[in-house]
């Protein structure tokens, strides 16, 4: 298994996989890092930044209980995917690719700095968790970490086996599940 970092992301456009992407509160650079790269067109139909808890709400079409939360991801991977639908009347795998996520700012946070990356296809919803060790790497940083996260999960979507090693710090990990 390669690394996120190692693995092409001119893989990912090669592929069949049609993505829609919603980021809110992190994952923006995952985004960069797509675009950045020739083939974007064949991999991104659009890319959405709901970031005010206005603009959340629009583009959920309710206000979520709680922005950061498993919930939501998957609410946002559901109506990316459901985007994605609109957007691509082509054959072809569809996904709808979700982040939020409270990482670290000019103040001081209360809870946690975590992410949820949300995937949705026809067939399912799964939601990546991650809790960052707060303190122990700057905004930059954990934007790094969600944003490769988010690239993982993109990733191994297309069929690309890639892993996260080195990436999270000791007692960091992944929780994965399938959300109804």
Do not use: N, W
Not at 142 to 163: I, M, Q
Request: with cysteine; aromatic share 2%; glycine share 8%.
């Amino acid at each position: 298994m390669a690394s996120v970092h190692t693995t092409s992301i001119a893989q990912i456009h090669a592929s069949s996989l049609r993505a829609m992407l919603v980021v809110t509160g992190g994952g923006t650079q995952a985004v960069a890092d797509l675009l950045a790269v020739p083939g974007a067109s064949r991999t991104v139909l659009e890319v959405v930044v709901p970031y005010s808890e206005a603009a959340l709400t629009e583009f959920l079409g309710a206000s979520p209980h709680q922005a950061v939360s498993v919930e939501t991801a998957a609410a946002l991977a559901r109506a990316a995917y459901k985007r994605a639908v609109v957007l691509h009347a082509a054959a072809g795998p569809l996904v709808g690719v979700a982040c939020t996520a409270v990482l670290a700012t000019d103040r001081l946070k209360k809870g946690a700095h975590r992410a949820h990356i949300g995937i949705s296809t026809a067939a399912e919803t799964r939601v990546y968790s991650c809790t960052l060790t707060k303190g122990a790497r700057d905004r930059q940083g954990e934007e790094r970490v969600v944003s490769d996260l988010l690239l993982t999960v993109l990733a191994r979507a297309c069929g690309l086996d890639v892993t996260l090693d080195g990436l999270l710090l000791a007692g960091e990990y992944i929780e994965e599940q399938s959300v109804a």
